[in-house]
C-alpha cells in the first residue's frame, strides 16, 4: 500500500482482472494493487526483483507503505521456505481495517494451513514494538507517514520494498527529499525496488545516489526499477 499525507480517503473494494480483489479510492482513481492482479505483481516486483537479489541469509527490509500487508505476507512464506532470518521493518499512516482485510481474504493466496493467523499475526503486531511472528521473520510497524522516516530508528537497511501511490496522484513521494532519506537508512550495496519506472523518478533517485537499473516490469508495466546504494 501506499501512504498520504492527508486525511484517509473513501475506499472501496474492487476485483481485478485476474479475480482477485484491491482496494481503491475513487477521489483518486487508484489503486492499492494493479488492477492486472494482485499476485503477480507484488511476486514480480518485490520478491523476484527483491528478496531474491539480496545474497544473505539474515537481512532486513523496510517497506515504505504496509497497507494490506500482501508483500510482508508473502514475504513471512518466502523466508520460511527459503529458511532465511528476516527483519521487516514498515510505515503506514493510514492503517486497512479488520473489515476490509477480512473481505479481500489475501490469506487464501496461500495454500497453507494457518495462513489466516498468520495474515492478521502481521496486522495485528502492536505499532513501534518488534514481534515475532516465526522463527524466521520479525516485523516492526510504524503508524508514521513516509516523511517521519527520518525521525524513526531505523537503519542498515539491506532491502526497500517501494510501494508508494504513483506521482500521478502523490508526486512529492517520488522527488528527491523522500529517496535521500531512504538512502541514509539502507547499508551499503542495498536494494531499492519500485513497480514505477517514471523518469522524474528515476533522476530523483539517482540524485540521492542510487544507481538505477530498469527491469522488466510486471503484467500491465512495461518497466520498473532497481537502485542500488553504491
Request: some cysteine.
Amino acid at each position: 500500500m501506499k501512504n498520504t499525507n492527508q486525511i484517509m480517503l473513501e475506499r472501496i473494494i474492487i476485483t481485478t482482472t485476474e479475480g482477485s480483489k484491491t482496494l481503491h479510492i475513487p477521489e483518486w482513481n487508484e489503486c492499492y494493487h494493479s488492477q492486472h492482479g494482485i499476485l503477480q505483481e507484488a511476486s514480480h516486483v518485490f520478491l523476484d526483483q527483491g528478496f531474491d537479489q539480496i545474497d544473505s541469509d539474515v537481512f532486513s527490509i523496510l517497506e515504505m507503505g504496509f497497507g494490506t500487508g500482501l508483500n510482508a505476507f508473502l514475504t513471512c512464506y518466502k523466508a520460511q521456505e527459503e529458511n532465511k532470518k528476516i527483519t521487516y521493518f514498515t510505515l503506514e499512516k493510514y492503517p486497512v481495517e479488520e473489515k476490509e482485510l477480512r473481505e479481500l481474504e489475501y490469506w487464501k493466496l496461500i495454500n497453507k494451513g494457518n495462513a489466516e493467523e498468520t495474515y492478521f499475526n502481521l496486522h495485528q503486531a502492536p505499532w513501534g514494538e518488534l514481534t515475532e511472528i516465526n522463527e524466521n521473520f520479525s516485523i516492526m510497524r510504524y503508524n508514521s507517514d513516509f516523511f517521519e522516516l527520518i525521525n524513526l530508528p531505523v537503519s542498515s537497511i539491506d532491502l526497500v520494498y517501494y510501494d508508494a501511490f504513483g506521482a500521478r496522484v502523490q508526486p512529492e513521494l517520488w522527488e528527491n527529499e523522500i529517496f535521500s532519506q531512504l538512502y541514509g537508512t539502507m547499508s551499503e550495496g542495498a536494494l531499492l525496488t519500485t513497480y514505477s519506472s517514471k523518469g522524474s523518478a528515476r533522476r530523483a533517485m539517482q540524485h540521492a545516489g542510487f544507481k538505477v537499473e530498469k527491469k522488466e516490469g510486471p503484467k500491465g508495466k512495461r518497466e520498473m526499477v532497481n537502485a542500488w546504494k553504491i
